[in-house]
């Protein structure tokens, strides 16, 4: 059951992806371009992304999720320096590109060979992270 | 203007009842990155299939629609190094900052999380000086 959701709200995600048009890379680009011809589509996806997950968050307060088990507790308040850092590193690589993880995955199948080396390396990258924290002493 | 902001509302939608989804009946925050980072460098292995399914559904169907009723281009550049190093960062900093656009930025500050609007901040001004720098200046993409 908890597989069978998990692809249900994978295929979801996946097809507001590709609705939304955040599978072309030239819309995230051209939503961080703010100094080119900027494109505000980006903004009207996360607003409109935003919206049913609040609602999700209000309602799962006082109650549990359906399958079980508890609903994730907020993180301690806490901005380290990892948070900056990593997603100093990560916009960076989003605005080279255009692709960020969901995407990644969501355009594999008509990417042709460039997705496939962004996703590999991608990989690689989180592949080697964990590594990389302890000999950077960020861990 | 065109109409995309219509189907970019309309998929953000979907992407945020797909977060509510994964979150009120599996209990989990829907960030792509921390998915897809658990499964490869071993960390979350007693969710592989919890895991494997929600991938395996955010690969297959824009797939099928892509080669069927939505036909999709990604327009990446075709700078293979460029799309390398790109990916590189990408991985190691959604796993160092804990999150990526949809951890962070959908379901972080859909609850009002400090974090998630921090990491936001950082990575959409990091992402536009970094546009700046190797499109406009350097024009590289």
């Known amino acids: 059951m908890r597989a069978l959701f998990a692809f249900i709200a994978g295929s979801l995600f996946g097809t507001g992806l590709l609705i939304s048009g955040m599978t072309n890379t030239q819309k995230v680009i051209g939503w961080l371009d703010v100094f080119g011809n900027w494109d505000p589509t980006l903004a009207f996806v996360m607003g409109g992304a935003i919206l049913p997950m609040a609602a999700a968050w209000a309602y799962s307060r006082g109650r549990s999720p359906k399958l079980g088990g508890t609903f994730p507790t907020?993180?301690?308040?806490?901005?380290?320096?990892?948070?900056?850092?990593?997603?100093?590193?990560?916009?960076?690589?989003?605005?080279?590109a255009g692709l960020c993880p969901g995407p990644s995955i969501a355009s594999l199948s008509f990417g042709g060979t460039g997705g496939m080396v962004f996703v590999a390396f991608?990989?690689?990258g989180m592949i080697l992270t964990p590594r990389l924290k302890s000999q950077l002493a960020l861990a | 203007m065109d109409a995309s902001w219509i189907n970019g509302l309309i998929g953000g939608v979907l992407i945020g009842c797909a977060g509510a989804i994964y979150l009120l009946v599996n209990g989990r925050i829907m960030g792509a990155s921390g998915i897809i980072g658990g499964?490869?460098?071993?960390?979350?292995?007693a969710m592989w299939k919890e895991r494997g399914a929600f991938l395996l559904g955010l690969f297959a169907l824009p797939a099928l629609l892509a080669a069927t009723v939505l036909p999709s281009q990604t327009n990446l550049t075709p700078n293979l190094i460029v799309v390398a190093i790109a990916g590189v960062l990408v991985g190691v900093g959604t796993r160092?900052?804990?999150g990526c656009t949809s951890g962070h930025g959908v379901c972080g500050i859909s609850r009002l999380s400090l974090r998630g609007i921090v990491a936001t901040i950082f990575y959409i001004l990091a992402g536009g000086l970094t546009v700046v720098l190797f499109r406009h200046i350097l024009g590289v993409i």
């Open chain 2, 96 to 98: 160092i900052a804990n």
């Open chain 1, 74 to 96: 907020p993180p301690e308040p806490k901005v380290g320096r990892n948070l900056v850092i990593g997603s100093t590193l990560f916009g960076a690589g989003w605005g080279l």
């Open chain 1, 122 to 124: 991608m990989l690689a």
């Open chain 2, 39 to 45: 499964l490869v460098d071993g960390s979350a292995r």
